[in-house]
C-alpha cells in the first residue's frame, strides 16, 4: 500500500477527493491517502512540500507555478479544476469603502506571501491599473484571520473564494464589494519530485479515480443539495458555483493555460525572465 500525505483547502472544490477517500476508491487501487485540511491555502500548502509534511497539494495555479520556477521541487501532474476561481474582494462590514477602487493604496490581509490571495491582488491591482509596487499586505494565516483583520482594521480589503466568504458576510463579518476572476485554470495537482519519479503509475491511477469521482458528482442531480449540506453554503449559491465550476475529467494538462500564467507572473514582476527559463521542463 502506498502512502501519500495530501493537502487542500477545506472547500467545495475538494469534495471529490474527500469522496473517494470516504468510499475507499483510492485503497482499492492500493493507495493511501492522508489528507489533511489545509486553512492557509497555497502558500501553507507550497511551504508543506518544501518541508515534506506534504507529498501531494491541490494548489491554485498561479501560487505553485511561481514557487516551481523560484525552485520549489515540485512538479504539477495535471489541472484539477479546468475553469477559473471567482475571488470575492471583501472590506470591513462598516467601513466607507463601496467599490474596488476604492481600495488603491490599502492594505490586503494575505494568508502567506505566495498564495493565492498574495498574487491575485496583483492581478486586481494591475486590472485597476494601480501601481503594483505600492501593494501593502498584512499577513494573517487564514480565512479567520483575513476576518479578523477586516474587524480589527489591520487591512482595508481581502481577497478569497466568494462563496466560501458568503456566510460571513451574511454574519456581518466583512462586507462583498466586487470579484476578480482568475485568468486561468485555478486548481492544480502538484508533488513532489521524489514521489513523482518514484510512483508515476500510482498517481496517474490516484487523479484517473478523482476525475471519475468529479465526473460522478457533476452529474448528480443532488450534488448541489450534498455540497450545500456538507459546506455550509446557499444552495442557489452552490447551484451557481456548480454552473461555473468544471474539474478535469480527462486527464489533459492544458500547457497553454500556464503560458498564460506565466505571462501574467512575468508582467506583475513576481517572476524574472531568468525563473521562467525552460518553464515547460520545470514545471512537469
Known amino acids: 500500500?502506498?502512502?501519500?500525505?495530501?493537502?487542500?483547502?477545506?472547500?467545495?472544490?475538494?469534495?471529490?477527493?474527500?469522496?473517494?477517500?470516504?468510499?475507499?476508491?483510492?485503497?482499492?487501487?492500493?493507495?493511501?491517502?492522508?489528507?489533511?485540511?489545509?486553512?492557509?491555502?497555497?502558500?501553507?500548502?507550497?511551504?508543506?512540500?518544501?518541508?515534506?509534511?506534504?507529498?501531494?497539494?491541490?494548489?491554485?495555479?498561479?501560487?505553485?507555478?511561481?514557487?516551481?520556477?523560484?525552485?520549489?521541487?515540485?512538479?504539477?501532474?495535471?489541472?484539477?479544476?479546468?475553469?477559473?476561481?471567482?475571488?470575492?474582494?471583501?472590506?470591513?462590514?462598516?467601513?466607507?469603502?463601496?467599490?474596488?477602487?476604492?481600495?488603491?493604496?490599502?492594505?490586503?490581509?494575505?494568508?502567506?506571501?505566495?498564495?493565492?490571495?498574495?498574487?491575485?491582488?496583483?492581478?486586481?491591482?494591475?486590472?485597476?491599473?494601480?501601481?503594483?509596487?505600492?501593494?501593502?499586505?498584512n499577513i494573517i494565516g487564514d480565512i479567520y484571520g483575513g476576518l479578523w483583520a477586516l474587524e480589527n482594521n489591520e487591512a482595508q480589503g481581502f481577497l478569497w473564494e466568494k462563496y466560501t466568504t458568503h456566510p460571513y458576510t451574511e454574519q456581518e463579518k466583512c462586507r462583498y464589494v466586487g470579484e476578480v476572476v482568475t485568468p486561468w485554470p485555478c486548481f492544480v495537482i502538484a508533488v513532489r519530485t521524489e514521489i513523482y519519479e518514484e510512483h508515476k503509475e500510482s498517481l496517474n491511477e490516484m487523479c484517473s479515480i478523482v476525475a471519475k469521482k468529479a465526473f460522478d458528482l457533476k452529474q448528480n442531480k443532488n450534488a448541489s443539495e450534498l455540497i450545500s449540506w456538507r459546506y455550509n453554503l446557499r444552495h442557489r449559491h452552490v447551484v451557481n458555483w456548480l454552473n461555473e465550476t468544471d474539474w478535469n475529467y480527462d486527464g489533459i494538462k492544458y500547457p497553454m493555460a500556464f503560458e498564460k500564467t506565466l505571462s501574467y507572473l512575468l508582467k506583475l514582476g513576481l517572476l524574472d525572465e531568468n525563473q521562467a527559463k525552460n518553464w515547460r521542463e520545470k514545471l512537469f
Open 1 to 137: 500500500m502506498l502512502g501519500l500525505k495530501i493537502g487542500g483547502v477545506p472547500e467545495h472544490f475538494n469534495l471529490p477527493w474527500r469522496m473517494g477517500i470516504e468510499e475507499e476508491k483510492f485503497r482499492e487501487k492500493g493507495i493511501q491517502l492522508h489528507w489533511s485540511d489545509m486553512g492557509g491555502g497555497t502558500g501553507q500548502m507550497i511551504r508543506g512540500l518544501e518541508n515534506k509534511t506534504l507529498d501531494v497539494a491541490i494548489v491554485l495555479t498561479e501560487g505553485i507555478t511561481r514557487a516551481i520556477l523560484q525552485g520549489l521541487d515540485a512538479k504539477i501532474i495535471q489541472i484539477y479544476v479546468t475553469t477559473p476561481l471567482h475571488w470575492g474582494v471583501h472590506v470591513p462590514y462598516n467601513s466607507s469603502i463601496q467599490s474596488i477602487s476604492d481600495l488603491e493604496n490599502q492594505t490586503f490581509a494575505i494568508s502567506r506571501e505566495g498564495s493565492g490571495s498574495h498574487l491575485m491582488s496583483y492581478v486586481m491591482a494591475s486590472q485597476e491599473s494601480w501601481d503594483t509596487t505600492k501593494l501593502k499586505f
